[in-house]
């Protein structure tokens, strides 16, 4: 069921001969960056990005069962439960694509997600993750939400503040329509934020515990937050 999830790689990865071969894990607010980061990082190790957060509105596109219930709950800005969110991770990181690592954005999500999570990649054989915190200021990141535009067709981030594209409304890479995602609302983003404060916030504390928390200062410039965030998984490496 799973490659329906993966959006195609704008471009092809850098040179494949340094392999990943872990998760990595990018944990941070709604609008931190995880997204844009992931999708370079992903490109760079040619490995899968994953992102829950796309995961389910894909379901939602579909009209699956899952989608139909996490649709109200995502467009309140909550959380999706621990039970559907763990079963689609499972099917999906069980792929054989997902064997030489992957980067996963938006989860885990809550402590609990957290520690099924490291049992999953025990029983798969794979290393426990490297987690990359993207740490910032709340007040920064509705901006970001508010101005962000995604391609329909490709998935590719944008901002009308911060990168805009060179016609409006479509994609530089493949001239698809821009959309707004329906959580991306000014209404939506301060519940996003007290789930994110309430429900993921402590996954810090937790992950920092284990000795896997890296920090990045998500306020910097997108190259700058490339720049650190390869530091960090090169020098882990
Ligand atoms: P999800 O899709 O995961 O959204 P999110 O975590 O809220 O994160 P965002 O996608 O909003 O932000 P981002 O950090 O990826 O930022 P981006 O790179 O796009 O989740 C959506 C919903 O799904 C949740 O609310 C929940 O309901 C459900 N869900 C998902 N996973 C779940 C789970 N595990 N458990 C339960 N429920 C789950 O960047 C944002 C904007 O800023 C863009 O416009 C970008 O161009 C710009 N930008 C990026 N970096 C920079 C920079 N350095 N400087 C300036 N601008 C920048």
Not at 105 to 121: H, I, K, M, S, W
Not at 137 to 149: A, Q, S
Not at 158 to 176: L, S, W
Not at 182 to 207: G, K, N, S
Request: glycine share 8%; with cysteine; proline share 8%.
């Amino acid at each position: 069921m799973d490659k329906v999830f993966d959006k195609a790689p704008d471009k092809p990865p850098d040179k494949p001969a340094d392999k990943l071969n872990r998760a990595v894990v990018f944990l941070g607010p709604p609008g931190a960056g995880k997204g844009t980061q992931a999708k370079e990082l992903a490109r760079k190790y040619g490995v899968p990005h994953l992102s829950t957060g796309d995961m389910l509105r894909e379901n939602i596109a579909q009209g699956t069962p899952l989608g139909l219930q996490a649709k109200p709950i995502m467009a309140r800005g909550e959380l999706v439960p621990d039970s559907l969110v763990l079963k689609m991770v499972k099917q999906r990181i069980e792929n054989a694509d997902c064997s030489f690592g992957f980067v996963f954005d938006g989860f885990p999500r809550t402590v609990a997600q957290a520690q099924y999570f490291g049992e999953l990649l025990k029983r798969c054989g794979y290393k426990q993750p490297l987690v990359v915190h993207f740490a910032i200021d709340p007040v920064l990141v509705i901006k970001r939400i508010t101005g962000r535009r995604m391609c329909k067709v490709g998935g590719e981030i944008y901002n009308i503040f911060e990168r805009p594209t060179r016609v409006a409304g479509r994609c530089d890479n493949d001239g698809g329509e821009l959309e707004q995602r329906p959580d991306d609302r000014e209404e939506i983003v301060a519940p996003r934020l007290a789930a994110y404060a309430r429900q993921t916030a402590p996954l810090v504390a937790y992950y920092r515990r284990l000795g896997r928390l890296h920090d990045v200062d998500a306020a910097q410039p997108v190259e700058e937050v490339t720049r650190r965030v390869l530091e960090i998984v090169r020098g882990i490496k």
